[in-house]
């Protein structure tokens, strides 16, 4: 039982490059979301989803994509990378959303120049 | 509406204890607490519900009052483990999949 992981660990990209976060979970969670972590202001939630085939904004969602095809994968995808998308990204899946723990995957460290 | 967190860093000696609150400017359905060491990911320490049913870490107690919207945690005889940054956690409604967290204490344990 892997838990929630996440590809790639670290990634530098250009201003403008697109790339996509991987998110996966074994624990056939119904719930998982994605997070950005910047030094002070805690986690923010970028976008979430409830089920395959369901997705929705969080407080931060401008230049993130998401989409969710089967319950274990969850990729967020950055459609024009810019230094200020420079951060720490966790993806988190629960049984049951906000009633139930949040399980963190281990967090890509991205770096846009 | 993010939930304000204080204090925003306390440093303890080895057996002293710390209480760390949470409160929100909205009504409270449940608050999560999740400790943070540094590099790594957020984890779970408590979840707190509506009606007073508690779900996680034997070793650590938290309160929950509904009326001042506030939440507290309490760590007591601290260890050089306890080290981190704490996070709470609160829906953004009733029945919201939405978690909002605070932006975190920093809680630091020397010997």
């Known amino acids: 039982n892997a838990g929630v992981t996440q590809t790639p660990k670290f990634q530098v990209l250009k201003t403008g490059q697109s790339m996509t976060l991987q998110c996966a979970q074994d624990?056939?969670?119904?719930?998982m979301s994605w997070y950005r972590q910047d030094p002070g202001m805690g986690l923010r939630l970028i976008h979430y989803s409830v089920g395959a085939g369901i997705t929705d904004q969080g407080e931060v969602p401008n230049g993130y994509n998401v989409s969710r095809s089967t319950t274990e994968d969850f990729p967020l995808r950055l459609l024009s990378a810019a230094p200020s998308q420079t951060s720490v990204y966790f993806c988190?899946?629960?049984?049951?959303?906000?009633?139930?723990?949040?399980?963190f995957g281990p967090g890509t460290r991205l770096t846009v120049t | 509406q993010q939930p304000v967190q204080s204090p925003q860093a306390v440093i303890l000696r080895e057996g002293e204890d710390a209480v760390i609150n949470c409160s929100s400017s909205k009504a409270l359905y449940s608050v999560h607490w999740y400790r943070q060491k540094h590099g790594e990911a957020p984890v779970f320490l408590m979840i707190l519900l509506k009606g007073g049913e508690q779900k996680g870490h034997e070793k650590i107690s938290a309160s929950f009052n509904e009326k001042k919207q506030q939440s507290s945690l309490y760590l007591t005889a601290s260890q050089l483990s306890y080290s981190g940054t704490y996070f709470c956690g609160t829906p953004s409604g009733a029945g919201s999949y939405q978690l909002t967290f605070g932006k975190g204490t920093k809680l630091s344990v020397i010997p």
């Open positions: 624990m056939n969670h119904e719930y």
């Open positions: 988190a899946s629960s049984s049951s959303g906000t009633g139930e723990r949040y399980y």
